[in-house]
């Protein structure tokens, strides 16, 4: 497989500017209140951000979850139950939530909005593989903004792809993206937990992941989702494998992929020499 030419840049502003594929992951502590509700100020917010990237001339695919924090908001139970089929059920509740304010938020922007559920085994197989990577280029070809979630009503361990994160670096791979945007409840990388250490201090760039881990903290992880740094962190290996820089930042940040593309928010650019490799026939 051959290689491009590293030249996305140093700073999230340069890689933004020159990416015309943009794969965004939303987290659970981005998307929902502390009740579990759906942010529908932040999807406005987004809405309007994925509006301004597409009249640039970009496609914007978003990886989101919250699927059951809204179930359990939706119906006031069950927030406890940790049993599979409640977890299931709740995912069920929560998707239809979810996908109506997604829907109604957007379509005020004149934006329409597609969803994919995918688990681990649609990756693995090349059909299946396949499917999903041509069902994602019509969308964006068509200006519709895929949403991918795992398909939590169905998968079980075994088949489970584990976390929001892991399945925006296995979709920015499938898709052959640009770059890709992780939007968490912090502004990046820091030497120790800023939650615990107020004297911690932002890494900017990244472009040693093994070098960098090797003398930082990166333990902790939120209340909603299945994931912390480290999950992040293994994103982003797999991403930076095939050269897609991914920027991780701060999703209750307002209008942050603007301010991203503008370089006023804080965030950590991950990036490497390698290039990019070129997608297979």
Known sequence: MSKR???L??????VIAQSRKIVVKIGSSTLAHEDGAVNREFLESLAKSVDALRALGKQVV???SGAR???VSRIGKWSRKEDTNYKQALCAIGQVELMTAYSEIFSAHELFVGQILLTRDDF????RSLNIRNTL?????EGIIPIVNEND?????????GDNDSLSAHTAVLWNADCL?????????????????PEAKLIEFIDNLDETLSHIDISGKSDFGTGGIETKISATREAMGYGIPVILANGSTPDILLQLSEGTAPSTLFTNAAGKPEAED
């Open 69 to 71: 924090v809204a179930g």
């Open 137 to 141: 280029f019509t969308l964006t070809d």
């Open 62 to 64: 978003l990886v989101s």
């Open 5 to 7: 030419e590293c030249w």
């Open 9 to 14: 840049g140093r700073t999230p502003q340069d």
């Open 181 to 197: 945007i992780l939007l968490s409840d912090i502004d990046g990388i820091y030497d120790q937990n800023p939650k615990t250490h």
């Open 124 to 127: 693995g197989v090349k059909e």
């Open 153 to 161: 009503t169905v998968a079980v361990e075994e088949i489970k792809v």
